[in-house]
C-alpha cells in the first residue's frame, strides 16, 4: 500500500494575539486527505506566562483537534513550545527531508528579541555544561536550546486587550529602528545557515525544512540541499505547506479564504529518490 500524504506547516502560533488562526476549525480544508500531520515549532505557547490556564486550554485544544483530524500526528518543539513534545527534529522521507523549526540556527534563538543578549549568555552557559560528548550533537545543542527557551517568559502573554497586545508586538518588533536590520539579516542567512546545519548532521539529506523566521521562501541551492522555510499564521507574510508523496516533495503555498485555511497554488516539485534508505524517526 503506498503511504499517504504527509503535510509539513510550522508557527500556528495558536492563541497568540499576533496570530491570524482564531479558530483551529480554520485548518480543516488544510488537513483534508492528510495521514500525517507535522507540526514544525511554535504551535501554541507553553512558556511562563501570567496565565498559565490560556496556555493550558490551548495546547489540549491543539492535541484534541489533531487527534479528530489527522490519522498521526507530529509535533516538533520550537522556541515557543519547548516542551510540547520530546520531538526536536524529524527525518521523513528514508532520511531525504529533515524537519527542525530553526532557532537553532540562531546563537541567541531569536536575534531581533529585546531577550537575545540574556538568551546568547544563557546558551552559552548551558551549552558550556553539557556533557563534553553530546556538545557539539545535534541532541545536545537541542536539548541545551530548549532548557533556555524553556526559561523566557512569553513577551506578550494572554489576558491583554487585543489593540494594546497588538500595539505592544508592534513596538517589540520595530523599535528601536536597528531591530529591523536584524530581522532582515535573520531572513537573509537562513538557507545558508540551515544548509550548514544539514551538511553537519544529516549530510545525506537532500531538503531541509524550516520555521520559525516568518519568511516563507525556497531556496534551491547551487550545491547542498534544497531550504525551504515555511513561514507563519501571522502577518504579515503568510505560510507554506510542503507535502510528501508519491515519491515527490511539494512546496504549496496556504491561502486563507471565507475565514478558512487552504492548499494554494503549488510553487516547486521535487523527485525523491526512492525507497527509504533509513527509517523515519
Known amino acids: 500500500m503506498a503511504p499517504g500524504l504527509t503535510r509539513i506547516l510550522s508557527d500556528l502560533h495558536y492563541g497568540d494575539h499576533a496570530g ?3 479558530r483551529l476549525e480554520e485548518l480543516d480544508p488544510l488537513l483534508e486527505g492528510v495521514e500525517h500531520l507535522v507540526l514544525n515549532g511554535d504551535s501554541v505557547d507553553t512558556r511562563p506566562s501570567a496565565h498559565p490556564a490560556h496556555a493550558a486550554r490551548c495546547r489540549a485544544e491543539l492535541l484534541a483537534f489533531c487527534a479528530q483530524r489527522v490519522p498521526r500526528l507530529t509535533l516538533i518543539t520550537g522556541n515557543h ?4 513534545s520530546a520531538c526536536h527534529h524529524l527525518d521523513l522521507a528514508g532520511g531525504e527531508v529533515f524537519v527542525v523549526h530553526g532557532d537553532l540556527l540562531y546563537p541567541s534563538l531569536v536575534p531581533w528579541s529585546r531577550d537575545a543578549p540574556v538568551v546568547r549568555r544563557r546558551l552559552r552557559e548551558a551549552l558550556r555544561q553539557a556533557d563534553p560528548g553530546s556538545r557539539g550533537s545535534l541532541a545536545g545543542r537541542s536539548a541545551a536550546f530548549r532548557r533556555v527557551a524553556a526559561s523566557l517568559a512569553q513577551r506578550h502573554p494572554a489576558g491583554l486587550p487585543a489593540w494594546r497586545a497588538l500595539l505592544s508586538f508592534l513596538a517589540d518588533t520595530v523599535w528601536p ?11 537573509l542567512v537562513l538557507p545558508a545557515r540551515a ?3 544539514a551538511r553537519r548532521h544529516r549530510p545525506a539529506a537532500r531538503f531541509i525544512l524550516t ?6 521562501g525556497c531556496w534551491r541551492r547551487p550545491a547542498g540541499p534544497v531550504v525551504v522555510n515555511t513561514g507563519s499564521f501571522t502577518r504579515p507574510l503568510g505560510a507554506l505547506a510542503v507535502d510528501v508523496r508519491d515519491g515527490a516533495l511539494r512546496v504549496r503555498a496556504v491561502e486563507h479564504r471565507h475565514a478558512r485555511y487552504h492548499p494554494g497554488a503549488q ?6 529518490a526512492g525507497p527509504a534508505r533509513l527509517p523515519e524517526t
Do not use: C, K, M, V
Request: net charge positive.
Open 195 to 197: 544548509a550548514r546545519l
Open 20 to 22: 491570524r488562526l482564531r
Open 267 to 272: 510553487r516547486a516539485e521535487f523527485a525523491l
Open 177 to 187: 529602528p536597528h531591530r529591523a536590520a536584524l530581522i532582515l539579516h535573520s531572513w
Open 211 to 216: 520555521g520559525h523566521t516568518h519568511y516563507p
Open 81 to 84: 513550545d519547548p516542551d510540547l
